[in-house]
Structure formats: structure tokens, C-alpha cells
């Protein structure tokens, strides 16, 4: 099966700054990826997704990095703002809509 | 749209109580997914449906854990009888083939 683990439950960064949250996945035929928000009291809000025949896809403020090789996805995040404090997960699916395995999250707090 | 649609938004019931949750996913999506969202194991993927019908149980944790979609614009979650160790925040989200998936503002269900 699919394992998806995030290298850090907590992120701190200075208001400003960029982020940069990584994760890892273990099952090699996973060929879609999302990256997803979640912010105290709500469901996951979707961000930005990848494929697996891309290795960058950029959003606004937001890039996702995939390197099928070592198998590591990474969302990177441009002038952090207060708004962005929530824990973020990565999500990994193979095949057509058989479900996202998640990994645990990784809570991003913004220092002032 | 309204985006997927959960109720009731908390849940508080005594153990050996049947509980319901229900979901109207996103018109048009073909995909429902049940997750359930615990501090200690993250978000787990309980049951997915595609064009209603039920693809992978293999996440639902017992026999006491059902789940229903009879139309394409609404599913079921029961738990019978609950136990104390069911309390969690329960998620439905919907997606249109293998494209991001939309959440819910999720159940919070807590078994006394």
C-alpha cells in the first residue's frame, strides 16, 4: 500500500520569508499528488496538485516540486503571511480516483 | 455550489448508540470518499464510491461501520453500535474523476 509521511509536524518561519514543506511517499505507481490546507475547525482546502509526468507546477505564491526519483514532493510558499498558518498535508493517489493517502500534516506558524 | 455538504456538524452520543452522518457531495462529481481524522493516526481513508458504488472498504475499521449511497447526491456513514474510540472529526469529500477532491466542514463525533 501507499504510505505518505510529512519530515516535519511543525514549521516555524518569519512573516515574509518563504516556506518550504516536504514530503515523502512510498508507493512508486502513485501518479497524482495534492497539496492541502487545513485550517482550525475545517475540512482540507485543496492548494495546488502535480502529476506525475510534471516535476514543477506553480500557483499563485505556491510551487509544487516533484522528484519521482527519490520519491519527495515539496510546497514552497513565497512571502509567507499570517493567512498561511494552518497545517498542510500531502496527498498521493494512484490510478484514477481510487482515494489520497495522506500523510500526518505539518503545522506552519507565522512569527510576526 | 455550496461546495460538499455534511450534517450534523457535531455529534455527541452515549456508547452502543447508532449514529448517522450524512453527506451531499459536489453535483457532477462522480467520486465520494469517507475519511476520519484522529490526532493519533491523521486523516484515514474509511470508503470510497465511484458512480455509487462502493470501490474499497478496506479502510473501514470494523463491521460495526456501514456505509450507503443510493443516489448520486447523497451518502450515508453509520456506526452501530459506537464506541468511545469512534470520536473523531469525520470528512466526506467528492471529486470528478482523478482531479483534487473537495471536503466537507466535516462531523466532529464524540461517544461518551
Known amino acids: 500500500g501507499e504510505s505518505v509521511g510529512l519530515h516535519l509536524p511543525t514549521l516555524s518561519v518569519q512573516e515574509g520569508d518563504n516556506s518550504i514543506i516536504n514530503c515523502a511517499y512510498s508507493?512508486?505507481?502513485?501518479?497524482?499528488f495534492i497539496w492541502y490546507k487545513q485550517e482550525s475547525g475545517k475540512g482540507p482546502q485543496f492548494i495546488i496538485d502535480i502529476r506525475s509526468n510534471m516535476d514543477k507546477r506553480q500557483g499563485q505564491r505556491v510551487t509544487v516540486l516533484l522528484n519521482k526519483t527519490v520519491k519527495h514532493l515539496s510546497l514552497q510558499i513565497a512571502a509567507t503571511q499570517p493567512g498561511d498558518s494552518a497545517v498542510y498535508f500531502c496527498a498521493a493517489e494512484r490510478g484514477g480516483a481510487d482515494g489520497l493517502t495522506f500523510g500526518k500534516g505539518t503545522h506552519l506558524i507565522i512569527q510576526p | 455550489d455550496a461546495g460538499v455538504i455534511q450534517s450534523p456538524r457535531h455529534e455527541v452520543t452515549e456508547m452502543g448508540q447508532e449514529v448517522t452522518l450524512r453527506c451531499k457531495p459536489i453535483?457532477?462529481?462522480?467520486?465520494l470518499f469517507w475519511y476520519r481524522q484522529t490526532m493519533m493516526r491523521g486523516l484515514e481513508l474509511l470508503i470510497y464510491f465511484n458512480n455509487n458504488v462502493p470501490i474499497d472498504d478496506s479502510g473501514m475499521p470494523e463491521d460495526r461501520f456501514s456505509a450507503k449511497m443510493p443516489n448520486a447526491s447523497f451518502s450515508t456513514l453509520k456506526i452501530q453500535p459506537s464506541e468511545p474510540r469512534d470520536s473523531a472529526v469525520y470528512f466526506c469529500?467528492?471529486?470528478?474523476?482523478?482531479?483534487?477532491?473537495?471536503f466537507g466542514q466535516g462531523t466532529r463525533l464524540t461517544v461518551v
Open positions: 469529500a467528492s471529486s470528478l474523476g482523478q482531479n483534487e477532491a473537495f
Open positions: 508507493n512508486s505507481a502513485s501518479d497524482y
Open positions: 453535483s457532477g462529481h462522480n467520486s
